[in-house]
């Protein structure tokens, strides 16, 4: 009977560690990132055929004290740390370990965003409590006195603000992205972001929230509406056509040089247009003329005063800035008169705009109208008007 037991037991298949090579050790360690942020979730991976231990198991290894896995800053550490195995008899195996920063106001509203801590034995329970400029290793007791190791730095970064577009339509919505992997504050939710947006029209503005894009990503959006008919509130933004409008947010989380009070102010610049074309913006309606007391003038004299009438119409939904031009040349086309007129008109409004010239001499006149939405940068917003006159 003993006889057969013992020629059973030599019969059944038999699994243990193959014994690790102590002269070349095979066993790397790899990090999802090359740096990490300071509230980063960190992936590691170890691939170590030698300790999978039985190939029809996930195995697990570091957890004990004999061969244990460290993860590490200077000050805090988790140890030892339990790595599982990604699939039966892959030998590899990895764990997570979420970095949770110090004690530091990350947004400007004077409370702390975060909650430092160190616990977690793995392989997805580790938190570790780690410094600006820290440094993380992972180091692995392979075998008896054979250690192996990684390290990797963690570092802020200097965020960044774009608008999608360079142009954007009243009819449409803005939508700014900023991409701070260092607000990431919690890699398992999704976090988000104050950012300040205004315009030429509105230059108090609005502050919105910016959402993260995914758990871990760093990456956030915020989509404004644009409106020329009601204020500022909430999400909406109101900008006429031609403005530029505004985005930029205070990044407390700057890498040296700075300091860790310090913030830089992260902006950018985007413009708003109706998609209505700007030379079909205002109605310009030909000129009449009449005298100081508004009497209607058909016939024109020399040293005496004319004015020039001139009529514009904004038929648009959104109010619009204009510089309404008089130009007046002589029989040589020289300039005897140029003056303007600048102001705003609001949807549907009719508006007249005058300007006074008195002719020194008899001859042919050209009297041009011209309706611009600026002197700096001026856009025709309505095809020109001539006409002459003949001074006697």
Do not use: C
């Not at 360690?29 to 980063?40: G, H, R």
């Amino acid at each position: 009977m003993l006889q057969f037991l013992l020629l059973s037991l030599l019969l059944l298949p038999a699994f243990g560690q193959t014994p690790p090579d102590y002269n070349d050790p095979y066993s790397p360690i790899f990090t999802d990132k090359p740096v990490y942020s300071w509230t980063d979730k960190m992936k590691i991976t170890i691939i170590s055929p030698s300790w999978n231990s039985d190939k029809h198991l996930i195995n697990s290894i570091g957890e004990t004290n004999e061969h244990p896995i460290k993860i590490a800053t200077s000050e805090n550490s988790l140890e030892p740390y339990r790595f599982t195995e990604t699939d039966v008899n892959s030998g590899i195996f990895s764990a997570e370990v979420i970095l949770t920063g110090f004690t530091h106001d990350a947004d400007g509203d004077g409370d702390s965003d975060t909650t430092p801590r160190t616990s977690g034995n793995g392989p997805t329970s580790g938190f570790l409590e780690v410094d600006r400029d820290s440094a993380i290793t992972i180091s692995f007791e392979f075998a008896d006195g054979v250690v192996l190791v990684e390290s990797v730095p963690v570092s802020w970064n200097v965020g960044t603000i774009n608008f999608i577009e360079d142009l954007f339509y009243l009819e449409n919505s803005a939508v700014v992205r900023v991409v701070d992997v260092d607000m990431n504050l919690n890699p398992e939710a999704l976090d988000n972001l104050p950012i300040q947006i205004f315009s030429d029209s509105d230059i108090a503005g609005i502050e919105v929230n910016a959402i993260e894009t995914s758990e871990s990503s760093g990456s956030f959006i915020a989509t404004i509406s644009l409106s020329q008919n009601s204020p500022s509130s909430g999400n909406r933004l109101y900008s006429l056509p031609g403005d530029e409008i505004f985005a930029k947010y205070d990044d407390h989380t700057i890498p040296k040089p700075y300091s860790k009070s310090d913030n830089l102010v992260i902006e950018t610049i985007a413009r708003v247009d109706s998609s209505i074309s700007p030379i079909e913006r205002i109605k310009n309606s030909p000129i009449t003329f009449s005298d100081g007391l508004g009497n209607t003038l058909q016939s024109f004299s020399p040293n005496l005063q004319i004015q020039i009438v001139g009529t514009i119409l904004n038929e648009h939904d959104f109010k619009q800035k204009f510089v309404y031009m008089f130009q007046v040349k002589n029989g040589e086309n020289i300039i005897e008169s140029l003056s303007w007129i600048q102001g705003e008109i609001s949807s549907q409004q009719s508006l007249d705009v005058s300007q006074s010239w008195i002719p020194k001499k008899s001859g042919v006149y050209k009297i041009e109208t011209f309706v611009w939405n600026s002197i700096n940068d001026p856009t025709a917003l309505s095809p020109s008007i001539s006409t002459l006159i003949n001074v006697e």
